[in-house]
């Protein structure tokens, strides 16, 4: 890409064991996704709201081929997967932003840019009208 994506050493050393470089232990997925089921739970007993979850994408997740050859590990596929299971109602990024015409991140930061806020909001606007049908 130009300008070239910047990534942290910890996303590129095979040496480290960062986020995404090694599949997360499947048991450690549904974990997560019970707790999210709880937390869904108390908010809507304690504050009547309803908990719409937004996982999203870091930069290395989209672009890692950038960097290095390493496969993804599915990790957000599934969570998806594991929290839709579990009814908590899920914001899916990662295929918007992979759609994405424009990249999604700045390159020398870890922070969305304009153009993955403008798919992010409208994701999120998709969402809540489903929602309050």
């Given at each position: ?16 064991d960062?986020?995404g ?33 937004m ?6 997740t989209l672009?890692h ?8 590990d ?8 594991e ?11 990662q295929?918007?932003?992979q759609?994405?015409?424009d990249p ?13 806020i ?16």
């Open positions: 890409l130009e300008p070239p994506f910047l990534f942290p050493r910890a996303e590129t050393d095979p040496l480290l960062p986020s470089r090694t599949r997360r232990p499947h048991a450690v997925v549904r974990a997560l996704a019970d707790n999210l089921r709880s937390m869904r739970d108390q908010l809507r007993f304690r504050f009547g709201v309803e908990l719409v979850f996982p999203v994408p870091g930069s290395y672009y081929r950038f960097a290095n050859k390493d496969a993804y599915d990790f957000l596929p599934r969570l998806y997967r929290l839709e299971a579990r009814g908590v109602r899920t914001i899916r990024l295929e918007p932003f759609r994405s015409p999604v991140y700045y390159p020398a930061e870890t922070h969305v840019n304009l153009a993955g403008i798919v992010a909001l409208e994701e999120t606007l998709k969402a809540t009208r489903r929602g309050s049908r």
